[in-house]
DNA sequence: CCGTATCCAGCGGGATACTG
DNA sequence: CAGTATCCCGCTGGATACGG
């Protein structure tokens, strides 16, 4: 386990660059449910995610792929067909995310409470 | 390190209730911050965060007190005294975020191009 | 000092229809 | 299938002024 002093001289302006693609609605669900298949098609996303319309899913996996979170490879088929896999970077940080997501698994609950449901800043899940 | 089989079992259905908090524009900066000190005021923390309006600030923090992430302790005395400090909660959640801020350290210039400036969702640290 | 009250602009995201 | 093109609403967060 690491040490609580070895995150003291990290500061909040190391976010700066991510914090925008961080925050987006469903970004951390992409990247989670991404990493655990080899690649995903379009389709195949926006039926894990449930309830995110098609605009909102392109929208999102274009930042990721122009920040380099994704890889999107595109194959001259008819009919067409996408795939969009983690990159390295990617993966590195679904890994980063796991600490937070087991700390949200064993908290969930206690948060529930207070959500508001149609939240727009969250996916309903 | 932990195994990245660890994470495999866990689902973004976790994140449902937290997420709502986790993803307003201030609350990792605020929550960070905290964790410096045992306790801080309503001043300093709006010094800390730079461009953080007074509004914001009271939105988050009350957010926040809601949730049981951090504790607003009220001194009775003139002029007023009120300080804020984490929860156990509060600091169990610092202590996740902290791979995903060593992450963001690495690799923040990468993605700070990509950044647009005045970009509403994000903090501009 | 520690907020609250009010107003409002801007943006993100949803719905829907449509195309290559 | 994999998106785009529009339109529009709701919400968030900023600015500002004021109160206990």
Redesign the pocket.
Known sequence: MADESDYDHLCVCCLRGIMPTIA???TICIVWELGRRPSM????IMKDCG??????L?????ELSDTGLIE?I?YDEV??????HLTEHGRELREALGPMMKWAKRHNHLYMSYRKP????A?DL
């Open positions: 987006r609605k469903w098609r379009f389709k195949d309830e995110i319309s098609p605009k909102s392109a929208d999102v996996l274009k999107r595109s009919p067409p067909r996408v795939e969009y149609g939240f727009a800043r996916p």
